[in-house]
């Protein structure tokens, strides 16, 4: 695991991989509030290239809040977010995913009705190029772009070892492999940042265990960065190389997984303030 640098520049920390490269994802005081309600304040953290990073917090701590507000689920009410170095102002959803950043849910979002391969497709909508005349009436054009489509699909698949599931039904599948169609389903959209929200969620000690192993793969074989939310700390301790800690839509901390679980501010919002005898 590549150990945590300073960056010289500013308040930063990057692995010492991405050190000579500039970061994929900068926000700057970054906050958003519902009528009088603060949900996020202050939120800055800087991803490398190839980063694995965390974010944890107690429930209601503005986990899902922060990320929908990098994904533009939500516009900001003050604050900065650059992804690769350029300013996301203004973007919506469909824009900033088009720039780099896709995402999974807490809630497993397939489409249960229709096949693996076409789950995978629906990602794959920026890539095809002919029009509803061609497809209509089924030209060249069109079959050109199915076949390339399929081929993409289908590599997509192989690299979890999911092609010969591509023509099952989303919905039948179990929910370890839901988990990973969902995450190839955003791969496809060819991202640069992947977020994935509580991953491990409602999978068993040996699916997560297969989830790490997929998570370190989808970063060693696409070359991009990764953030993920989740409350399985064996997970994030596992595999994150940088983690925020975000509690009351603050962060309270940030470092490697050997400073977090030793942070006494941390151990106190997940654990409460001990009495004093």
């Known amino acids: 695991m590549s150990k945590l640098i300073h960056m010289p520049s500013q308040a930063a920390l990057l692995t010492e991989r991405d050190l000579d ?32 990073s965390g974010l944890i917090g107690p429930n209601g701590a503005g986990k899902t809040t922060a990320f929908n507000l990098l994904t533009k689920v939500y516009q900001p009410s003050r604050g900065s977010i650059l992804l690769d170095g350029k300013d996301t102002a203004n973007m919506n959803t469909v ?31 920026h890539e095809i ?24 699909a289908m590599e997509l698949l192989s690299i979890f070892d999911m092609q010969h599931l591509a023509n099952h039904k989303a919905g039948s599948l179990p929910y370890g492999a839901q988990r990973r169609l969902e995450i190839i389903r955003a791969l496809a959209t060819n ?21 790490m192993e997929t998570i370190r793969n989808i970063r060693d074989t696409f070359q991009i960065a990764i953030m993920l939310i989740e409350h399985d700390m064996n997970l994030v301790m596992g595999i ?17 997984p ?11 919002a997940y654990l409460g303030k001990k009495k004093e005898d």
């Open 129 to 152: 190029k002919y029009g509803m005349f061609s497809g209509v009436f089924r030209l060249p054009s069109y079959w050109k772009n199915e076949k390339a489509a399929h081929e993409k």
């Open 191 to 211: 991202p640069c940042l992947l977020l994935l929200d509580e991953p491990a969620a409602g999978m068993n000690p040996s699916e997560t265990a297969e989830l």
């Open 240 to 256: 994150c190389e940088a983690i925020a800690v975000l509690n009351y839509g603050r962060i309270i901390a940030k470092g490697t």
């Open 21 to 52: 490269k500039p970061p994929i994802l900068e926000t700057h005081n970054l906050g958003i509030d519902f009528g009088g309600l603060t949900a996020v304040d202050d939120f800055n953290i800087t991803i490398g290239r190839t980063e694995i």
């Open 95 to 125: 824009q900033i995913n088009r720039a780099g950043i896709a995402r999974t849910f807490q809630n497993i979002r397939l489409f249960n009705n229709l096949t693996v391969e076409e789950n995978v497709k629906t990602g794959l909508h």
């Open 258 to 268: 050997e400073q977090i679980q030793s942070n006494p501010e941390v151990i106190e």
